[in-house]
């Protein structure tokens, strides 16, 4: 009994079922999970398969349909179910925290920070005064805002993401909790500000000694944070093991197939396309006699299919399975797929004249008055055939280029967008017919990007009117377009709401290509889906590509996804083309010391004691910093010159061209003295 | 349609609006006497097994003009929303469309439109144009026209920002094609509540005209020229005036309580 009243956690033979109309669905069936006081337990799985189910579970705070029908829930040694209310508000308050995904959302949006954080202290210690104050500004000092005093001042909105995520953070470890439940603490945040918030958490962990459940759909983040493993999938627990048994020597198919469909750090897409995992995650409730992964399992057997297995002990780690001495050899997916994608010719970047030319386009958006440049003076090719990958932080003005370059705005005066050599009207509505084709996207949330009302056959069809098709072509090549995009022909007639997120990102990209274009502008299109979908994604897109011979500028912030599929790599910060090359030689070296900090911030690029970290938030769009943009943060600012000014973007022979003071032999010398 | 039908607020306002509809379809073959046949021997005949509802200052059977009279009401109410509507909705979406300059004109004459009592902007109308059904109808659209343009406005700003529509100026689509394709399914329930909820008041409103004069005109029989003309005597002869008044709320009530229902389904 000693023993469980030292956990932090216990979920005993949980079961977790929702009231959906008269039915009950199950969302989580026999969860057994033990948190150590002090340690780190990463729930990992895709969406849908029970991870917030159970992190709302550990507070009792299921929705109103929802209910613990079977098992024991234990925080410090007591029952969360047999608790009074006056006591369970006493465990919420002294005893649990929980931190969510949206910072923004956790935050009053009325009220300062410092008065919101007071509450804290006001609640669960009964302080009062300039006490509280003091604690406030001393808990903001240790979550590493320079500027405690200010930002007690401030509203929420007045902050940027990371911030207020720090805050959310600040104010859970006020009460010095036995527990704290992270949701998916980083998803919302960019590369450089979520290593940061993951830094800033491992090390207030040892801290405080807080045992913490980190619930995340990221394998990589789960890989860096935590101490212990379990990988949900359906609403049940497949594996559990310690980090290094999970991700060195996994023991079930799903775990397995999750960690092969991640783009691994350096992979490229000439050494074949990436893995998936085929099928559907069961619906939520579905009940099925065998193992819950039987249909999408390489290793499965009839075994597997009449009966589901159990928990079995492999000495100190679990696995749901029949066979986990085979599941390091589950048959590879993408054999087939090599055979029938041919790796896109690589950068056909001749002398040649670029098919497309951007020619220093700025995007100045008016702000009560102040002007608020998104981008600036951006030039850019990009040649039939090839993927110009564009990185950088939200507000970067990635999604201004790319609203420039297919016409949903215009640029400022002065800025250019050729096409075959040909002078492009700046709005689509002016451009011709032929160019319209030609350019088209791929938006980041499908939800937003189909409409609705409309069912999939429409929403293509609307697009294939670009190609002025007779009727029976029409349906012909409609037909030929959801094949290509592998889409059942049955879903024709459905609405998209009836679809997956994989099958309406499948949907936007077989409208996309309706019309034959030859430049798509892709942006972030895997960013909302799951990793296995996002890898099966990955594959369409190269496979359209090697078959239509199309060109995309491919936006995204996973630098892993961007090195897989791009030939060349573009780098903005703050509106400003920082740096553009071909992949190799920007992940190579020498780099800009931003695109440098970005793929240090890359987990699995570096062991973590070499990580770069950015001090300080990006600045503001409104108030840019003069001189090179990037001196605020830069770890290789050289002095008085970057803060004055402006480098120029200065290309070597090879396409490679870079905008820092520093010449690319010294950044080589110095960046290679940091990674030996 | 399941939760249409365990809606009980829904199923009650239908089945009063029904039988309305019946009685302005089917009014003149189902009043037992004829109401606009006067006996002037028996005029403020208070109610009796011969005048259910008694009879009015020309001896008129009161039972049959409320029934009759539910007629002109619910052909002209209805016809003003619907005009109201369809003008509002093509509105609501241009405005909500294009914003900018035509979003801040026009939402600043609607707020001015509103500041004025509806009554009296329609009473300037059919002073201008002269009073007839057709009229009527036509002022009570124009005046309601703001009021949902304004709904639709709101609803259409949050669709404007969504990728389809992107999506649609990326591949060329005209504004036009925009509007009335891509986006107006996905506001049109929220136009349909509106128009529910508008009908009610029509209802109220062309009530209202009738009886200061200018909405029905005599001699059909209406709700609001009979409360007109009787409720001098309401004292001694309440009949002449109660019968059409609770007429006039019943048919109010029942179409709220079919747009409360609709607002639910809608919002599930």
């Known amino acids: 009994m000693s023993a469980q009243a030292s956990d932090a956690l216990r979920f005993e033979h949980v079961d977790v079922m929702y009231r959906v109309g008269a039915h009950e669905r199950r969302a989580l069936s026999d969860l057994n999970v033990v948190i150590r006081t002090g340690r780190t337990y990463g729930l990992v799985g895709e969406s849908g398969c029970g991870k917030s189910t159970a992190a709302l579970a550990a507070v009792r705070y299921l929705a109103r349909n929802g209910r613990v029908s079977a098992g024991r829930i234990l925080v410090q040694g007591r029952d969360l179910m047999a608790l009074s209310p006056l006591e369970l508000r006493q465990v919420r308050r002294h005893s649990v925290s929980m931190v969510y995904q949206d910072p923004a959302r956790a935050l009053n949006p009325s009220l300062r920070i410092g008065r919101q954080m007071a509450e804290v202290f006001e609640v669960s210690e009964g302080l009062k005064g300039s006490a509280v104050q003091e604690r406030v500004a001393a808990m903001l000092t240790r979550v590493q805002i320079a500027n405690p005093r200010r930002v007690m001042g401030n509203y929420p909105h007045e902050l940027s993401g990371g911030m207020q995520q720090r805050i959310v953070i600040a104010m859970a470890l006020s009460k010095h909790p036995a527990l704290l439940i992270l949701d998916e603490p980083t998803t919302g945040l960019d590369a450089t500000v979520e290593a940061e918030v993951l830094d800033l958490i491992a090390r207030l962990r040892d801290e405080f000694n807080t045992s913490i459940l980190f619930i995340s759909h990221s394998l990589s983040v789960i890989n860096r944070m935590c101490d212990h493993v379990g990988v949900l999938y359906a609403g049940e627990l497949v594996e559990e093991g310690s980090n290094a048994e999970i991700f060195g020597d996994p023991r079930h198919p799903y775990t397995v197939a999750l960690l092969r469909c991640l783009p691994r750090f350096g992979r490229r897409k000439t050494q074949g396309p990436l893995e998936t995992i085929p099928g559907f995650l069961p619906a939520i409730g579905s009940s099925t006699r065998g193992c819950v992964f039987v249909e999408r399992c390489g290793n499965a057997t009839d075994h597997c299919r009449a009966q589901a297995p159990p928990a079995i002990d492999l000495g100190g780690r679990l696995t749901r399975c029949f066979y986990p001495e085979r599941a390091p050899d589950l048959p590879h997916t993408a054999e087939d797929a090599i055979v029938r994608t041919t790796p896109a010719a690589t950068a056909p970047q001749g002398p040649g004249a670029p098919l497309l030319r951007a020619h220093n386009l700025s995007k100045t958006y008016r702000l009560g008055g102040r002007a608020l440049r998104a981008l600036h003076e951006v030039s850019l090719e990009l040649w039939a055939g090839e993927t110009l990958g564009l990185v950088g932080e939200s507000g970067s003005g990635k999604s201004s280029l790319a609203s420039l370059l297919v016409g949903l705005s215009a640029p400022d005066a002065g800025g250019e967008v050729d096409l075959d050599g040909e002078r492009v009207q700046p709005l689509a509505g002016e451009r011709t017919q032929a160019q319209r084709k030609a350019l088209q996207m791929v938006f980041q949330n499908p939800g937003s990007a189909l409409n609705r009302s409309q069912t999939v056959r429409t929403l293509i069809q609307r697009s294939l009117r670009l190609l002025a098709l007779p009727q029976p072509q029409r349906e012909q090549r409609l037909r030929q377009l959801a094949a290509a995009v592998r889409l059942p022909e049955q879903h024709l007639r459905d609405k998209p709401k009836r679809l997956s997120g994989g099958q309406q990102q499948r949907v936007s990209i077989a409208r996309a290509f309706a019309g034959a274009p030859r430049i798509v502008v892709c942006d972030e299109p895997t960013s909302a889906l799951d990793v296995s979908v996002q890898s099966a994604i990955l594959n369409l897109l190269l496979e359209l590509q090697a078959g239509q011979q199309v060109s995309y500028l491919f936006i995204s912030h996973d630098l892993n996804v961007v090195n897989f599929l791009a030939d060349r790599i573009a780098v903005l910060y703050l509106g400003r083309l920082m740096e553009i090359g071909p992949t190799e030689a920007i992940f190579t070296g020498p780099q800009h010391p931003y695109t440098e900090a970005l793929l240090s911030a890359n987990p699995g690029a570096h062991a973590h004691d070499e990580r770069i970290r950015l001090q300080g938030d990006l600045p503001g769009a409104l108030d840019l910093p003069g001189g090179c943009v990037f001196h605020t943060r830069c770890p290789r600012k050289i002095g008085r010159i970057c803060e004055e000014r402006e480098p120029a973007l200065l290309a070597d022979g090879d396409g490679h061209a870079m905008r820092c003071h520093i010449p690319p032999a010294e950044l080589a010398r110095l960046q290679s003295g940091r990674d030996s | ?268």
């Open chain 2, 1 to 268: 349609m399941r939760a249409a039908l365990r809606s009980r607020p829904l199923l009650a306002g239908a089945a009063i609006l029904l039988f309305w509809i019946a009685c302005a379809l089917f009014g003149s073959r189902m009043t037992p006497l004829d109401p606009y046949a006067d006996d002037l021997l028996a005029t403020l005949a208070a109610p009796s097994s011969a005048h259910w509802f008694g009879t009015d200052q020309l001896g008129r059977d009161v039972f049959s003009r409320v029934i009759v009279g539910a007629r002109d009401i619910l052909i002209v109410a209805p016809l003003a929303t619907a005009l109201g509507t369809l003008l509002g909705t093509a509105l609501g979406l241009a405005v909500g469309y294009f914003r900018g300059a035509l979003d801040t004109i026009v939402s600043r004459v609607i707020e001015a439109l509103q500041a004025l009592p509806l009554v009296i902007v329609a009473l300037m109308g059919l002073a201008a144009i002269g009073t007839s059904n057709f009229t009527v109808v036509l002022v009570i659209g124009f005046v309601f026209t703001p009021l949902i343009a304004r709904t639709v406005r709101s609803a259409t700003l949050s669709e404007v920002d969504l990728d389809y529509v992107a999506a649609a100026r990326v591949r060329g689509d005209s504004a036009f094609a925009i509007m009335f394709v891509e986006i107006l399914p996905n506001v049109l329930p929220v136009a349909i509540v509106e128009m529910t909820v508008r009908l009610g008041y029509a209802i109220f409103f062309v009530a209202t005209l009738s009886f200061i004069g200018f909405g029905i005109q005599p001699p059909s029989a209406d709700w609001g020229i009979a409360i007109a003309e009787n409720y001098s005597l309401i004292g001694s002869y309440w009949w002449t005036v109660l019968f059409d008044a609770g007429a006039t709320a019943s048919l109010i009530i029942a179409v709220n309580l079919v747009a409360d229902g609709l607002q639910h389904l809608a919002e599930q």
